[in-house]
């Protein structure tokens, strides 16, 4: 039995536990450089699921060779995190002590390259914002041909104005462009519906051409007005006569129906006509042989009396 006054010995200390996401300076590197080059691609923006799992996968392709070891991707973003949070307080050692202090932290320079510059980024970003205002303005040289040809309407009404009256007054420029472009596109429709009036609208056009060439100011807009004018009318003759080509197809289309069904008519009323005809001849050939049997029936009774 021990003697009691001998003194009881301490218990054995128990061995510190081992955390099993304890990070390596080694994979704490390349958990950085991995990270780093995702964060890049996206711009600085924040990492998904799936890219936190390819960062996942690089580290373990060099440090998880062993159960210990293996990171999953929710480890290496709360390493990461983990990581910021000392980054932020380094830089707050550094700022606060003017360029006296120099982090002795290895990570602190690829963290500041990585972090820092998206800080500076975010500074400038307001700096670029008055040059994107410009675009704003480009609208505006398309509204500017359509004021000379709202303001040509009046002046197109004196038109028997003697030409000494309008010395002083400038003549207006006019862009014929937009006449140009709306004329092409209504006689390319025009000339693909009706081939008959093909020859006078090639007429009309070249006379719409020669009209806008020679002519300027307020007295080409009038001349290419009354050659637009004129082109109306032919394209809608044209459509008239298109009109008038289906309604007179339609006609006929609904006289071949007609005339079908009536010889289909015809043809069934001599069907049956026909095999009328045929059931009444044989009743009648029936009826014949009767009688003569019924006769000679009778002269046999004759001939056997006598």
């Keep these: 039995m021990a003697d009691p006054t001998e003194p009881s010995l301490p218990p054995p200390s128990r061995p510190l536990p081992f955390r099993e996401d304890c990070w390596s300076e080694e994979a704490t590197s390349t958990l950085i450089d991995a990270w780093g080059r995702r964060y890049l691609e996206l711009n600085r923006g924040n990492l998904r699921q799936k890219d936190w799992q390819d960062v996942a996968e690089a580290v373990n392709a060099r440090h998880g060779h062993s159960k210990k ?57 307001p700096f670029r914002s008055p040059p994107a205002s410009p675009p704003l303005a480009l609208p505006l040289p398309y509204r500017k041909p359509a004021q000379p040809v709202a303001q040509a309407q009046p002046l ?20 014929d462009s937009y006449f140009r472009r709306n004329y092409s596109a209504v006689a390319a429709a025009a000339a693909a519906e009706g081939g008959t009036e093909s020859s006078e609208e090639e007429e009309l056009e070249e006379e719409v051409e020669e009209e806008v060439e020679e002519g300027g100011g307020v007295e080409g807009v009038r001349r290419l007005a009354r050659a637009i004018e004129r082109f109306g ?57 009767g009688e003569r049997s019924r006769v000679f029936s009778e002269f046999l009774f004759l001939v056997e009396l006598n």
């Design 233 to 289: 009318e032919v394209y809608e003759k044209v459509e008239g006569e298109k009109q008038r080509q289906v309604v007179e197809l339609e006609k006929q289309r609904m006289q071949f129906a007609k005339d079908l069904e009536v010889q289909r008519m015809q043809l069934f009323m001599d069907t049956q006509v026909q095999l009328e005809k045929m059931r009444q001849g044989k009743r009648s050939r029936s009826g014949s042989d």
């Design 156 to 175: 197109a009404l004196p038109m028997k104005r003697p030409a000494s009256g309008s010395v002083g007054v400038p003549t207006p420029v006019v862009d």
């Design 69 to 125: 070891t293996y990171r999953t991707d929710v480890q290496c973003k709360n390493r990461i995190d983990t990581i910021k949070k000392k980054y932020k307080a380094e830089k707050a050692r550094v700022s606060d002590s003017h360029g006296v202090f120099a982090s002795s932290w290895p990570f602190y320079p690829r963290l500041d390259m990585l972090i820092g510059s998206t800080a500076a980024a975010k500074k400038t970003t």
